[in-house]
């Protein structure tokens, strides 16, 4: 079972929309849950860090159920920049800080 | 300021060779890391320096693959005797001690093992 699994998507969106992506964790010792976003050939990028109260960083609101494991990321008003692929990312516990990251899921917003 | 370098960005080395990939992290970073993304593969964790501890080797698929950090700066990722599931894009990341998992990557080394 992998660690971290999404939905991969794609999700085709119109501008504007409204978008959420989910993802599961399978570590319930995990206590750290990140969202970055990685564009095509690029490098990964923090978005945000989730956290247990649930937290918003402008269009961009992020959920964490962890009785359910089970992290959430929603979109409001899609950019056309916002096309990326997001990733959903969870602390390996006993590893310091390294991470485990999902494959992503692919957003793509059309005029 | 100046983000997290790698050299080379892109790689292309015969069955069988070894090869070196340089991480240079963000000046005053105490924590480096070394991820790499397989084609269609999330993120995969490969070693984790911290400091002057020993590193957590934990994630290395096998001994072909080794890490050193030299003076608590510039890493080095060492792959001998490379086969061709080596292929990918191999990332280095850093963070400042307090803020460990706010990790900032490089553009990565793109090997491709021929």
């Known amino acids: 079972r992998k660690e971290v699994e999404q939905d991969p998507g794609p999700f085709n969106v119109p501008e504007g929309a409204t978008v959420a992506f989910n993802c599961t964790y399978s570590?319930?010792?995990?206590?750290?849950f990140f969202w970055y976003r990685q564009d095509c050939r690029k490098e990964p990028k923090l978005l945000m860090s989730?956290?247990?109260s649930g937290n918003e960083d402008g269009r961009f609101t992020a959920q964490l159920n962890r009785a359910s494991q089970y992290i959430s990321l929603l979109i409001r008003d899609s950019k056309l920049s916002d096309s990326a692929t997001y990733l959903c990312?969870?602390?390996?516990?006993?590893?310091?800080?390294?991470?485990?990251f999902g494959k992503g899921t692919s957003l793509l917003v059309t005029p | 300021g100046a983000g997290v370098s790698q050299s080379p960005s892109n790689k292309v080395t015969e069955k069988g060779k070894d090869v070196e990939l340089r991480c240079d992290p963000i000046?005053?970073?105490?924590?480096l890391y070394w991820y790499r993304q397989s084609l269609g593969q999330g993120l995969e964790f490969l070693i984790y320096?911290?400091?002057?501890?020993?590193?957590?080797k934990s994630g290395l698929p096998s001994d072909r693959f080794s890490a050193e950090r030299t003076g608590g700066s510039v890493s080095t990722l060492t792959i001998q005797r490379t086969q061709q599931e080596d292929s990918a894009v191999y990332l280095c990341?850093?963070?400042?001690?307090?803020?460990?998992?706010?990790?900032?990557f490089g553009p990565g080394t793109r090997l491709t093992v021929t």
């Open positions: 990341a850093s963070s400042g001690s307090d803020r460990g998992f706010e990790q900032y």
């Open positions: 570590n319930s010792a995990s206590q750290s």
């Open positions: 989730v956290y247990s």
């Open positions: 990312v969870v602390n390996a516990p006993n590893s310091g800080y390294a991470l485990n």
């Open positions: 000046s005053g970073h105490t924590a």
């Open positions: 320096f911290q400091g002057n501890s020993a590193p957590d």
